[in-house]
């Protein structure tokens, strides 16, 4: 582990690159009338993906950055599914074509907030709008804390293949301290639930970097985590954003770990995860062998997208749901945030997309670059500049950070290929950044590199 360039680099504020350019960046100029063009061109020959958001929670995680909403009755949920399935008729209708769907994933929010039949229903109607392909992934996430046995059912009704499970800590006193309690046992039960269910990919979610949070406790919640033997673990960073998340302000700042202690957590982490048999994907995500993601990452088929890591190699992503955000080989696109206008513009017959971003051919040059980085964590320059017609020596952005990256021995260059240096993994985010050439605009909504 290198300590002193966490504290070297740890406070960079960069983004982390499951998409680029990033978020910030997106802007009204691409709304509805583009979005209909863009869905209009969309080719029937090659399988698309679909992401649905759900913006709701039963209770608020303080150290949530999602856009969601708690909803105590189940009424505010059934309009929005409603709503939802009428989005996903209006995009149809754009298109005019039967698409073929091969990648579903239901995130929020808590998609587990839904009533059985809700959920039902919604697949159902997914299937009478697209073409779902009969060996789809279908992927939810989970709260093991609103996981009954009647959605399970519903799980296996809808030919759900894949379950991410929201862990975060295991540790009581973090637990409190973010304001969710769940403890090993409601976990154990929702994994059990759903195997016998058919379920075959098991996800978890963890953070490090959590108020109060040790390498101990750390540790701790990694040997339960391996127990239940799940085939993913994704290791975030929390990032602590309380101008944006107002929520966030119920956790104080001097109970966060600093730069070092969080890369040591990380770190300390990945270490146990490795020896238990998982395979390090990326920056962090980790995979049993044969799991798909190391599959994908051995074939060099790895990509990055608003998921994190994934085998999904589609270059559309369907975003549907209020705040939901689209990928198309043109651009991206973004719904409308606040539930209330994404309700009305369905109601109205219209798309809920209000902002995006058009691709330049430089903005497709880096994109591939920094997606390799952040997926193998190498990159061929020289082929990547071949196949986008650039001059090599056009690359790097910033010249005095890939100067000082190279000195510090983080990443090494030879014959054109840059690679991220063993040990140093935990920096490929700020590696990536040299190559970014919209970040001097956007340093201040971005969270932590280390």
């Excluded at 862990?167 to 154990?188: K, Y």
């Excluded at 799940?230 to 101008?243: C, I, K, T």
């Amino acid at each position: 582990m290198r300590s002193d360039l966490a504290d070297i680099y740890g406070q960079d504020k960069l983004p982390r690159y499951t998409s680029y350019p990033t978020a910030p960046h997106f802007s009204s100029a691409i709304g509805e009338k583009v979005y209909r063009r863009w869905l209009r061109s969309v080719s029937v020959h090659r399988p698309v993906s679909l992401y649905f958001h759900i913006p709701f929670c039963r209770s608020m995680c303080w150290y949530c950055g999602c856009h969601t909403s708690v909803a105590t009755h189940d009424e505010p949920i059934a309009a929005f599914i409603a709503a939802l399935r009428r989005e996903a008729q209006l995009v149809a209708d754009t298109i005019e074509k039967s698409l073929p769907v091969a990648h579903l994933h239901f995130g929020g929010g808590t998609p587990t907030i839904m009533a059985p039949q809700l959920l039902v229903d919604l697949a159902d109607a997914l299937r009478y709008i697209f073409f779902v392909t009969p060996d789809a992934e279908i992927a939810v996430e989970v709260d093991p804390r609103t996981l009954t046995n009647d959605l399970t059912q519903a799980f296996k009704y809808c030919g759900v293949t894949r379950a991410s499970l929201g862990v975060q800590s295991f540790d009581p006193r973090v637990q409190r301290t973010i304001n969710r309690l769940q403890s090993f046992e409601q976990t154990a039960a929702a994994v059990e639930r759903l195997r016998r269910a058919g379920v075959r990919g098991i996800n978890f979610d963890l953070l490090y970097g959590l108020p109060f949070q040790t390498v101990s406790s750390c540790l701790d919640s990694i040997a339960k985590c391996v127990e239940l033997r799940p085939d993913r673990l994704s290791v975030f960073g929390y990032a602590h954003v309380p101008s944006f998340k107002k929520h966030q302000r119920n956790i104080a700042e001097e109970s966060l770990p600093d730069s070092v202690e969080r890369h040591v957590q990380s770190e300390t982490i990945a270490e146990a995860l490795q020896d238990a048999g998982y395979m390090r994907i990326g920056l962090d995500h980790f995979a049993l062998p044969d799991d798909a993601l190391a599959t994908a990452q051995r074939d060099g088929r790895l990509r990055r997208n608003f998921q994190g890591y994934t085998d999904d190699g589609s270059d559309t992503l369907i975003g549907l749901g209020a705040s939901a955000i689209g990928r198309m080989p043109h651009g991206f696109v973004q719904n409308v945030v606040a539930i209330r206008d994404y309700l009305n513009r369905i109601a109205e017959g219209r798309l809920a997309t209000v902002k995006g971003y058009a691709f330049t051919e430089d903005d497709l040059f880096r994109a591939d670059i920094i997606e390799r980085i952040m997926c193998d964590l190498t990159v061929d320059l020289e082929q990547i500049s071949r196949i986008h017609r650039r001059d090599l020596r056009t690359a790097v952005v910033d010249r005095a950070r890939m100067d000082r990256l190279l000195a510090d021995g983080v990443a090494t260059m030879s014959q054109g290929r840059l690679t991220v240096s063993e040990g140093s993994e935990f920096l490929v985010r700020s590696v990536a950044s040299a190559f970014d050439a919209h970040l001097s605009r956007s340093t201040g909504v971005h969270s932590r590199a280390v």
